[in-house]
């Protein structure tokens, strides 16, 4: 027997329900902000992330689906934020207008140990805002992210934000991690030690308890930021201030990819254990220079959507919210014609099936509530000699007969 890849999951349709009701209503949240939606391939070639995430990014160094075709090199995409700026830069969008505004929902990809929450094949709802370095659009960025979390009925997380500053000030800070740490080097685990030579900033985000424990004892603060990153920073922070957006500052935040700049943020829940990210994003201001378009600053972030399921304040949804009508049919001729009424629901914008499997009444009314129907709509002979059919309210269980002629009228009516 076959079985599916470790990593990746099933969504079947119990599931698929809830999954379509986070897609709707992040769609209309995202056009609230006038985010337009942009969807790109789920394959692009290595060099993008290699370049964009950092040579020595975890994500790079361990985890990226490699796909080798002769000479060329491509790779699942493990996140999304590279796609969206090669398509900007690749389709000339700047030249349509400078400040863009996008979303995506789709899978993403990282080759890691499978385990609670953290997938092989996984799948983002993101935004990224392209062309400002306004500190305004921070604000509403983490504002956008905050407005999606309540939407999807999700409770109880954490919003911790920090500012890196511009490269030179990350340089600074690089250089006082290393004065600090290199003291620290034997109690750091091994990936550490290395991060420690290649990119010194990683050390903050190692989830080992011991380097943890280490980091938690720095005094970063704000020092290392020059005073224009400074002021940006303030301005963000008077910002979700004004919104009353609740929010912790957390100076040991930094996010495990090299393109971040100035504001980042992470969206943490207790119920996730170790591994407590919803979602993170921030600003980076060079990428879209580094990937070969113009100067522009730009911030953007993604949710983990099976991390979202898992803090989900609704943990099943049912078909009942469709309203769903269940045909019933007696014998031959009410078979045939039951094939016309199931065309007209269906015409009128309204859920239904039949069955399909010779059941007697009873058999056919349990699967009616088995699929939690709205109505069962009953024909047989009886029903086929006057011109009406039986509708039976299967929350009630009231029944009556109704003309046909009118039949949709009175499901519409009683939806």
């Not at 060099?47 to 796909?67: D, H, P, T, W, Y």
């Not at 985000?205 to 020092?223: P, R, T």
């Amino acid at each position: 027997m076959y079985k599916k890849i470790p990593g990746t999951r099933d969504i079947l349709p119990e599931e698929a329900y809830i999954w379509q009701e986070m897609e709707v209503t992040s769609r209309k949240i995202f056009s609230l902000y006038n985010y337009r939606e942009i969807r790109t391939p789920l394959v692009e070639e290595e060099c993008l992330f290699n370049r964009s995430l950092g040579e020595s990014a975890e994500i790079v160094q361990k985890q990226m689906f490699l796909i080798k075709h002769g000479r060329d090199e491509y790779a699942l995409r493990p996140e999304g934020t590279a796609s969206v700026v090669r398509a900007y830069i690749e389709n000339n969008l700047a030249k349509q207008g400078e400040f863009s505004k996008f979303y995506y929902l789709g899978p993403m990809f990282r080759l890691e140990r499978p385990q609670k929450g953290r997938l092989r094949q996984f799948h983002h709802i993101g935004a990224e805002a392209i062309g400002s370095v306004d500190p305004g659009l921070d604000v509403e960025v983490l504002s956008l992210a905050d407005q999606l979390l309540k939407s999807l009925a999700i409770s109880g997380y954490k919003i911790k934000i920090n500012s890196l500053g511009c490269v030179k000030d990350k340089a600074t800070l690089a250089l006082e991690l290393k004065k600090f740490l290199g003291k620290q080097v034997e109690k750091l685990c091994a990936d550490c030690k290395e991060r420690l030579k290649k990119n010194v900033l990683r050390v903050l985000d190692c989830k080992q308890e011991a380097c943890k424990e280490i980091v938690s004892k720095l005094e970063l603060g704000n020092k290392h930021l020059c005073p224009e990153c400074l002021e940006h920073f303030r301005i963000v922070r008077s910002g979700l201030d004004g919104l009353g957006l609740d929010y912790t500052l957390v100076p040991q935040l930094v996010r495990g990819l090299d393109y971040y700049t100035r504001t980042v943020f992470e969206i943490s829940h207790p119920d996730l254990g170790a591994q407590d990210a919803l979602g993170a994003g921030g600003r980076y201001d060079n990428l879209v220079k580094e990937l070969g378009g113009p100067e522009m600053g730009a911030i953007g972030f993604a949710l983990g959507v099976e991390r979202l399921l898992l803090v989900h304040s609704v943990h099943q949804s049912t078909v009942n919210s469709k309203k769903l009508v269940y045909l019933i049919t007696l014998g031959e001729q009410a078979r045939i014609h039951g094939l016309k009424i199931l065309a007209e629901l269906r015409i009128n914008k309204i859920a239904c099936d039949t069955d399909y499997q010779g059941r007697s009444l009873k058999g056919a009314l349990r699967q009616a509530n088995d699929l939690a129907a709205r109505f069962a709509l009953i024909i047989g002979e009886n029903e086929l000699n006057k011109h009406v059919v039986t509708l039976k309210d299967m929350i009630t269980g009231e029944q009556k007969e109704v003309e046909q002629e009118k039949c949709i009228e009175h499901i519409l009516a009683a939806s």
